[in-house]
């Protein structure tokens, strides 16, 4: 299916590795121009000749923390306006929501809600009067079913999904849509850091974890970030303008509810 999107232009955060890197390359091979940040200019670099070398596209690399204001100010000056924008941002850490400070919360607001609603904020204006526009949030399946210890995460990501809810639904008339994808576990650097920590604590080898890690998952098996993209790709597509305020989950059946 060709997602009518060659040549537009698309805003992905956090997208030098993992689950984002997974929506650029998805995003490129539809013929996406692409401005890709990371805090890291050397990986980040690396992604950008890897997805022009495969699919042809313009990359735009920009180097910076995107939950600062100079890093999106950065990001913003390199595409002003874009087609697409795909919010991501590393996800807070696990812990004991006793040891949590309010600037513990904050920062955990800061990456991820209030980051993406102020790129919301500066982009979508732009896309109403062009009619079109596709965003996208990576959030968490966390938003679904809490994850005990990522209250951080669990929190933060429902009150980006909650603000999602409400504008979503005034967007759609002028072609722009917002949605959220929800992943449950992707073989990414972060799923290998925890488990690699996990190993550690319990004093196995990290093949032992990730077995049993993979054996909780119906689909017996952790995500490919590819898969990911694709469907990031899809909600970015002509074809989507249909569909908007969702929440979708990514996550070989996981979440055991019905709804
Ligand atoms: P990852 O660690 O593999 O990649 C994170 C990417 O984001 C890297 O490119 C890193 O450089 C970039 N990054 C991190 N913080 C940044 C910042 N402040 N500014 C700019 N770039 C930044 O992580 P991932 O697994 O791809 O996860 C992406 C998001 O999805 C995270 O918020 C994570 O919590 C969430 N998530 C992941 C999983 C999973 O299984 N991988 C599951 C649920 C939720």
Known sequence: ????????????????????????????????NLVITARGKEALEKTAEEIRAATGVK??????????????????????DPDILVNNAGGPPPGDF???????????????????????????????????????????????????ILGLSNGARSGLTGFVAGIARKTVAHNVTINNLLPGSFDTDRIRTTLTAQAKTRGVDVEVIRKERMGQCPAGRFGDPAEFGDACAYLCSAQA???????????????????
């Open 59 to 80: 990359v735009t690399a920009v180097a910076c923390d995107i939950t600062t204001e100079a890093g999106r100010k950065l990001t913003l000056a390199a595409c002003p």
């Open 241 to 259: 303008g249909y569909v908007t305020g969702q929440n979708f989950l990514i996550d070989g059946g996981s979440y055991p509810g019905t709804y």
């Open 98 to 148: 006793r040891n949590w400070t309010r600037d513990t919360w904050i920062a955990a607001l800061d990456a991820n809600m209030l980051t993406p609603i102020e790129l919301i904020r500066a982009t979508v204006d732009g896309m109403i009067s062009r009619k079109f526009g596709r965003i996208v949030n990576i959030t968490s399946s966390s938003v679904k079913a809490p994850i005990e």
């Open 1 to 32: 299916m060709d997602f009518g999107i060659k040549g537009k232009t698309a805003i992905v955060c956090a997208s030098s590795k993992g689950l984002g890197r997974g929506c650029a390359f998805s995003l490129a091979r539809e013929g996406v």
